[in-house]
């Protein structure tokens, strides 16, 4: 990060360099600490137009190579699954209580760095990595470690507050070259220096070309070394040039995640795990068949039985012992 | 009490080696016949906009299996899907009218695609084709001249 602090005291100049050294790289720890967290986000959200809330739960499993994501609208009672798995990527949808339907279906040998790339994308989009939602800016996800480390963004101001007792970093910044199409102009991070410089609040400003946006998010962590969110409350406005209601949304959720001790097993990613078969020619590793079992067992009680057999003939064989001995006299 | 013991490991012995000779001996299960399918249909010329079109699926296998998806496919010319959005179970031996709603947006040559997933051994993906000429309200087709 590069940036420029106008108008700071030098108290904040040494904050700004604390944060600059520490901050990104606690992030960067924290989801390398969390790459394996999992659980569910269960939520609502409302938005101006929207007739109804909408109520929804989303699953994640993840694995050393595998990732599925089970996203249930629970006002509509229908579900999506995308998963990804060494040998293929699937996408079900099922209706109320109706069985899987497959929907698009890709091996392997059928990536190219395009597809697999699009298959990332929305597997990220539907909630992939929701376990890193707290180190990421709302609304596009970037990672608050690569937005401090670019260039293009400028600190406004780097200062200590404190909260309930608790101290606090705020950060304002600011991305006047951001030439994306929507386009991030800035922003406000509260975090807390003392638990992985993780945010307490993010907020970030927006422009397009047909209005400006605000989003802010809030979150709620369990205890914990690398804590994870435990509640989110988000809520962004957006305020068309050409009209003067702007459209808000606001949306609440729970977090039920964790490291697992043992990661799920690569067949929990498949097909078969939904109760459909597996693609043409695609053959996981088979347990050991049962045989092997017992003819291991066959040969182990075999040698069980020469052993005692050999102790049993050692035992019977009576010992001879030289002794001197003549013929009784009389 | 030795003996003992070496008789009933004799007998587990006996035991295991049948077990593993009964298990090694089951044959793996047979492959079932494959889908009949027809997968390609000419509809000819026809107005542009939405129509219907079918396509014939033969389950010849002695067991019901099931058509569990598909994936639907948009040209430039137009867009296919299947007109049934739930699994369609085909019971032995018969022969079933698999139905797709088209739209034709172009006048002119058009070949719109669908891929249907189907249990077949595995799933197997089966490309449907259906080939024809849009034409226009005024019987414009805009066809490439030979």
Known sequence: MSGSVSGQSPNSKELQKRFEAEAPAAWDEFRQANRYAQGTWKGETEATGLADKYRGETELKVNETCRVLRVTDRTANTSEVFAQNPKYWFHLKSGKGKAWILFELYQTEQFNSDNAKEIDRRLNEYGGRMAENSVRLNPDEQLLSELIRSPQTRFISVISSQQDGVELVEVKFETPENTNPRKLTGGVLLLQPTRNWLPVKTTAFTRNRVGTGTHTVQFEYLPGQYPLPRHADSGEVYQLFTDPNPWKSSSTGDYNFRVPERLPDTQEFTLTAFGLPEPVGVVWVKPTPRYVWFLAAAVVFALVAITFRWLARRRETPSISPTLSGPATT | ?146
């Open chain 2, 1 to 146: 009490m030795n003996t003992i013991v070496f008789r009933v490991a004799v007998i587990a012995v006996v035991v295991a080696v049948a077990l593993a000779g009964y298990f090694a001996s089951q044959p793996e299960p047979r492959a079932e016949p494959a889908f009949a399918i027809t997968a390609e249909c000419d509809i000819a010329s026809v107005p542009l906009g939405p129509g219907t079109v079918a396509f014939t699926v033969t389950n010849p296998a002695n067991k019901p299996r099931r058509i569990i998806g598909c994936y639907a496919q948009c040209q430039a010319a137009g867009c296919m899907d299947a007109k049934s959005n739930e699994q369609i179970t085909i019971a032995p031996g018969e022969t079933i009218e698999y139905q797709c709603d088209y739209d034709v947006y172009k006048p002119g040559p058009f070949e719109l695609k669908l891929d249907v997933f189907l249990e077949d051994n595995g799933i197997r993906t089966v490309t449907l084709t259906v080939r024809g000429v849009g034409v226009a309200a005024g019987g414009k087709t805009d066809a490439p001249k030979p």
